[in-house]
């Protein structure tokens, strides 16, 4: 199972601080950091949001792969942004694009993910749709074959810390129990990944897990971080 440590800050020096960090945590199979990117608006949490300060660092960073959290309104918007900066995974809402599309009636949700893949897939740069807790794993299913793995949040979009919520492994088993050409789907978990729920979250099937507090809290990030890929 992968491991992903999520940074949630407020400033580029934090985002900038924890890549360094995270950095130093990996072994060759596993080098991936998530930066999660909140507008305030889709969110109740604002955070750090200049790609064009990413872009130097991570090109520097040649053993670390950055994914990016979108939970932001309009993500199509910032996808060219975000790829200049190096991103190699997108993760975009399907909330958000559902709410995009009721806005605009000439565009509905296939042709605004379509537009986003589009982007991403001459740069070699996977596409991942996020659920919310809220939202039923069903409505995903007519988009399974148009991306490369969804991300289930196990609390809602923004702040990081929040409890983890239980009933997203039901959501893992059902992804897990697909067959045909959505056999393969990767799952990745978000959201209150602690030793307990991430040992839980294999359980259901769960490819990836994202964490933040639990690695970023601990008085010894790579400590924690090695703890979870043991499981």
Known sequence: MQIVPAINCGNFECVKEKLQKAAKFFSPANRWAQIDIADGKFTNWKTWNNP????????KMSNVNIEV????ENPQEAIDDWLDAGAKRIIVHFEALVKTAEKNPLNDFSDILNFILEKCEPKNVEVGLALAPKTPVEELIPY???????????????????????KIFDKIKFLKSLDGEYADIAVEVDGGVNLETAKLCKEAGADILAAASYI?????????FDELAKI
Do not use: C, R, Y
């Open 216 to 224: 970023w809290e601990n008085q010894n990030p790579k400590a924690a």
């Open 144 to 166: 399974l074959n148009k991306i490369s793995f969804i991300q289930i949040l196990a609390v809602e979009p923004g702040l990081a810390g929040q409890k983890f919520q239980e």
């Open 52 to 59: 064009s300060e990413l872009s130097d660092v991570s090109s």
């Open 69 to 72: 959290h979108l939970m932001v």
